[in-house]
């Protein structure tokens, strides 16, 4: 990890987009892989602003569509860094569904994105050290150490005893 330290709202990044006929499928919701794409290019930047570094996607965690996005909605996403490691960062996005003539506004989705910094070559670079200031900043970086084990177990590139976050959750002994 760099010695230099950046704090979560340094990286905060919020995309707004229309969604058009083109964004939707025959039920006239926007199609579920349209809103990751729009997901991922939001969290890329915002890992970039944390790291100063081209960065690649290395995982996506569940995405649950809560409620539908219709055609003409106002879709706002807001992602930042919770905690880096030595050259990936976990990105929390929250997504907002607005039907700005009915005055309603809905979450419909969130998610945790984890990208790794790289250089020109794409060989892995360290990221700076996360400073988490808020509650809910605090939060999410205490969690974010047990997903990212859970992530790894998942992956099968960590052993489900190695992950010592993870039996604390379970009292594993």
């Given at each position: 990890m760099?010695?230099k330290?950046?704090?979560a709202?340094?990286?905060?990044?919020?995309?707004?987009?229309l969604?058009?006929?083109?964004?939707?499928?025959?039920?006239?919701?926007?199609?579920?892989?349209r809103?990751?794409?729009?997901?991922?290019?939001v969290?890329a930047?915002?890992?970039?602003?944390?790291?100063?570094?081209?960065?690649?996607?290395?995982?996506?965690?569940?995405v649950?569509?809560?409620k539908?996005?219709?055609?003409?909605?106002?879709?706002?996403?807001?992602a930042?860094?919770?905690?880096s490691?030595?050259?990936s960062?976990?990105?929390?996005?929250?997504?907002?569904?607005?039907?700005?003539?009915?005055?309603?506004?809905?979450e419909?989705?969130?998610?945790?994105?984890t990208?790794?910094a790289?250089?020109?070559?794409?060989k892995?670079?360290?990221?700076?050290?996360?400073?988490?200031?808020?509650?809910?900043?605090?939060?999410?970086?205490?969690?974010?150490?047990?997903?990212?084990?859970?992530?790894?177990?998942?992956?099968?590139?960590?052993?489900?005893?190695?992950?010592?976050?993870?039996?604390?959750?379970?009292?594993?002994?």
């Amino acid at each position: 990890m760099s010695s230099k330290k950046k704090y979560a709202k340094e990286s905060c990044v919020t995309k707004t987009e229309l969604v058009l006929p083109n964004d939707t499928n025959t039920l006239n919701n926007l199609m579920g892989g349209r809103l990751m794409h729009w997901m991922d290019i939001v969290s890329a930047i915002s890992a970039q602003k944390h790291s100063n570094r081209i960065v690649v996607t290395a995982s996506v965690d569940n995405v649950s569509f809560k409620k539908a996005i219709r055609l003409g909605n106002v879709v706002t996403l807001k992602a930042h860094v919770t905690r880096s490691f030595n050259s990936s960062m976990e990105v929390a996005i929250e997504v907002w569904a607005e039907d700005i003539p009915l005055g309603q506004r809905i979450e419909s989705n969130q998610a945790f994105f984890t990208f790794v910094a790289v250089d020109q070559l794409g060989k892995p670079v360290d990221v700076p050290e996360l400073v988490p200031e808020t509650d809910k900043e605090k939060q999410l970086y205490q969690g974010a150490l047990r997903r990212r084990q859970l992530r790894l177990v998942l992956a099968k590139r960590m052993a489900p005893e190695d992950a010592k976050e993870l039996k604390s959750i379970f009292n594993m002994t």
